[in-house]
T-cell receptor
């Protein structure tokens, strides 16, 4: 049971570089999410998707883009990384809103 | 945005002691979820609550959905060293078709 998997697990970027975080779920969930976790801030929603081909902004969307071309995948992109984007990123999925969401193991991103 | 107030922020207890933490809000919630996050891992669901007044147990863990729908608590009985981690509450606002809101977490340390 893979659940939610995300890659890469660790990455160091230089300011201005771009990268994409990949998320895959094998639970046939409609809803997928990207969160960031910072010390003392808890989990904050970046973007989410309610189904294939749809995306929506969360609480802290600036500086990020997402795509949901396939139901099982949700990609998070940083077009021009900034040090403020140093964080731990979690992908998650759920069957429905307000329902139990399942998290991936996290991706540690450092922007220098 | 809406906030969940989770307390305490941290706890340092002796093995065998009972633990209690809670989340409160000025808003009414449809759903309360409790997650645990181990270092270097993603949050894992402990207990899900869907009805006001609901009291649910999972081993040594017990959680309740407050009657007012504005709060929830999590109790851990007879703590053990592996209970160490960060515990998060999460909830969906009543009348919202939106996402879960997360508390900022309670960091639990257990001294053997």
């Amino acid at each position: 049971n893979a659940g939610v998997t995300q890659t890469p697990k660790f990455r160091v970027l230089k300011t201005g570089q771009s990268m994409t975080l990949l998320c895959a779920q094998d639970m046939n969930h409609e809803y997928m999410y990207w969160y960031r976790q910072d010390p003392g801030m808890g989990l904050r929603l970046i973007h989410y998707s309610v189904g294939e081909g749809t995306t929506a902004k969360g609480e802290v969307p600036d500086g990020y883009n997402v795509s949901r071309l396939k139901k099982q995948n949700f990609l998070l992109g940083l077009e021009s990384a900034a040090p403020s984007q140093t964080s731990v990123y979690f992908c998650a999925s759920s069957y429905d809103f307000g329902n139990t969401i399942y998290f991936g193991e996290g991706s540690w991103l450092t922007v220098v | 945005g809406q906030q969940l107030n989770q307390s305490p922020q941290s706890m340092f207890i002796q093995e065998g002691e009972d633990v209690s933490m809670n989340c409160t809000s000025s808003s009414i919630f449809n759903t309360w979820l409790w997650y645990k996050q181990d270092p270097g891992e993603g949050p894992v669901l402990l207990i899900a609550l869907y009805k006001a007044g609901e009291l649910t147990s999972n081993g040594r863990l017990t959680a309740q959905f407050g009657i007012t729908r504005k709060d929830s608590f999590l109790n851990i009985s007879a703590s053990i060293p592996s209970d160490v981690g960060i515990y998060f509450c999460a909830g969906q606002l009543r009348g919202s078709q939106g996402n879960l809101i997360f508390g900022k977490g309670t960091k639990l340390s257990v001294k053997p």
